[in-house]
């Protein structure tokens, strides 16, 4: 038998009670106010030896103002409270520091900013827009963009802001006047180094497009390796179509040189990981043009034979993974195919750069699209920290012949500034317009030489704005706009 003392101060169990601590039955609030006032009268008092400790409130952080009291979680995502709130009733404890964000920014002021993606940006901001220039024909062409997309995007609200990267690149053109091949090197690297850091950059910041001109492929593909670059162009026409998609991220572009005495060593890379990014892409993409789900095939054209059956592997676990048939052909049988069967409507076209290259002019010839020297498209980067920044280009290159003699055709740039403003300036039928205003020219006969015309790049340029009703830029010259007499 125990001491009598003990249970002095303790409560009995009673007759099948388990043991343990027991956590109290949730009674509603009107009673437990009520037992908390009763408590107050006939306190217990503690067992000798023993104090209450009196819990210290918590230490609030100068940023504390914008955390929620517990009453206003409705479940466990926390979330900002949008408009004035009532005073919280220690209101000396959770004012806003002064140097913390304003309270409509939507990202969370205690949030660091996201590694590779987009920063949030402000809603009713003007829309930034990268543009790199190249040497040749760039600095024109980069004018005309510069004046098509002004007229485009005349009626924005906010306007459109122009970021232009403050170098030069070279052409091929200008490379060759070096006549060192250490030198070449040199400033194909510096141009690939800092066309990188300008399309980085340009992400960082928040800007979803970027328009380039032509500059040395060489740069080019160092930097489209590195930022896993695929370039999407959708051919045909309403009845027929064809998404091309282009390899850009390995491969022989993509391969780096070594340099000995008489000899150049080029290497190139394929990876698993590149190849379903960029098949992931391509599906995605399709799924996109086409939203009904309904692609007609899926063909991919590769020289496989010559990498040990390693990319056959590859896309045949890809296949099975996604749940979709992926025929993967030689460049020469999707050429034989190509030229006596045709490919079906909605053909997803995944391409190794070499062949696609080549066959890009026979592919605009057989799906009824417009010539080369007339197209633009888009390059699409795979690399997350450039997710969302979509760079467009001409399809023709640098033209160095013609720099500064106003005769380049100007009808892919026109086409590029209409797709930046529909697409990343919220100016809808933008591309519709542009494509109005073309049939309209070529109609009236006005044209650049190389497409059988007589006019100036200028004049070409001021008769579309004309046409599109841009305020201040005037007809055609009637004579002035014509080169080589009549």
């Known amino acids: 038998m125990g001491h009598p003392a003990h249970g002095t101060g303790r409560r009995r169990r009673r007759a099948g009670q388990p043991r343990g ?10 009673v437990r106010r009520h037992r908390r006032r009763v408590r107050r009268g006939a306190r217990r008092p503690g067992r000798p030896g023993r104090r209450r400790l009196r819990r210290t409130p918590p230490l609030r952080r100068p940023d504390d103002g914008h955390r929620l009291p517990p009453p206003q979680h409705r479940g466990p995502v926390r979330r900002l409270r949008t408009g004035p709130r009532r005073p919280h009733p220690r209101g000396h404890l959770g004012r806003r520091h002064p140097r913390l964000l304003p309270s409509r920014e939507v990202r969370h002021p205690r949030r660091p900013p996201r590694h590779g993606r987009h920063p949030v940006t402000r809603a009713h901001s003007a829309p930034v827009v990268g543009l790199a220039v190249g040497r040749g024909t760039g600095p024109e062409l980069a004018d005309v963009f510069e004046r098509v997309l002004g007229a485009l995007t005349a009626g924005h609200p906010h306007g459109v802001t122009i970021e232009r990267s403050p170098r030069l690149y070279h052409s091929y ?5 070096e006549r060192d091949i250490a030198r070449i090197r040199a400033l194909t690297a510096e141009d690939a180094d800092h066309y990188e850091r300008f399309c980085r950059t340009s992400a960082e910041q928040g800007t979803t497009a970027v328009f380039r001109t032509a500059i ?14 695929v370039k999407v162009d959708l051919l045909g026409t309403r009845r027929r179509s064809l998404l091309l998609v ?11 040189n070594r340099h000995t005495p008489g000899e150049v060593t080029r290497t190139t890379t394929f990876s698993r990981e590149l190849t379903e990014a960029v098949v992931s892409y391509a599906l995605s993409r399709a799924r996109r043009e086409w939203p009904d789900g309904r692609i007609g095939r899926i063909v991919m054209a590769y020289k496989f034979h010559l990498l040990d059956g390693a990319l056959d592997a590859w896309v045949s676990a890809l296949a099975d993974r996604l749940g979709v048939e992926i025929g993967l052909f030689q460049p020469d049988t999707v050429n034989r195919d190509l030229i006596t069967h045709g490919l079906p409507d909605r053909t997803l076209l995944i391409a190794g750069n070499e062949w ?4 890009h002019v026979m592919l605009l010839e057989r799906f009824g699209s417009d010539r080369q020297e007339n197209r633009c498209t888009e390059n699409v980067f795979l690399d ?3 997710s969302g920044l979509t760079e467009y280009q001409t399809v023709h290159g640098s033209a160095d012949d013609l720099a500064g003699r106003d005769l380049v055709n100007p009808v892919a740039t026109f ?13 809808a039928g933008a591309v519709a ?9 070529a109609g009236r006969g006005i044209r650049t030489p190389d497409l059988g015309g007589r006019h100036s790049t200028s004049a070409v340029t001021d008769a579309l704005l004309a046409t599109l009703g841009a305020s201040g830029t005037g007809g055609t010259p009637a004579d002035a706009a014509l080169v080589g007499g009549s």
């Open 356 to 359: 696609a290259d080549i066959m």
């Open 433 to 441: 317009a542009v494509e109005k205003a073309l049939r309209t020219l």
């Open 384 to 386: 997350p920290a450039l």
């Open 216 to 229: 040395n492929a060489q740069s080019l593909y160092l930097v489209r390796g590195r930022l896993r670059a």
């Open 21 to 30: 601590v027991q956590r109290h039955r949730a009674r509603p609030a009107a």
């Open 246 to 256: 282009r390899d850009q991220a390995q491969g022989f572009y993509t391969g780096e």
């Open 415 to 427: 086409r590029a500034a209409a797709l930046v403003a529909e697409r990343h300036a919220g100016r």
């Open 173 to 177: 053109v200008s490379l060759r006047g």
